[in-house]
């Protein structure tokens, strides 16, 4: 999966990426680390990973939600 740290409610354009939840957590923790300063407590936080769970769920949804295809 592809996140955009946009999603995570920064104003920073940066994609993230990993295939699988926690490949993707660690490349999170590894951005926000290097670009954003934060510290071990800060990513340790339920907060930070509550937002990262909350962007995994977004980007999972399947598209057809938002576009039904017609009954026949
Ligand atoms: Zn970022």
Same mark, same amino acid.
Do not use: C, F, K, N
């Given at each position: 999966m592809d996140i955009n740290c946009l999603e995570?409610?920064?104003d920073c354009n940066?994609?993230?990426?990993?295939?699988?939840t926690e490949e993707f /957590?660690?490349? /999170?923790?590894?951005h926000m680390k290097l670009a954003h300063g934060y510290t071990e407590e800060?990513?340790?936080s339920?907060?930070?990973d509550e937002i990262i769970r909350g962007a995994v769920w977004q980007s999972a949804?399947?598209?057809?939600?938002r576009t039904p295809r017609p009954q026949i």
């Open positions: 995570m409610g920064t940066q994609v993230v990426s990993g295939t699988t /957590v660690a490349a /999170v923790h590894g800060q990513l340790a339920d907060e930070l949804r399947p598209s057809e939600i």
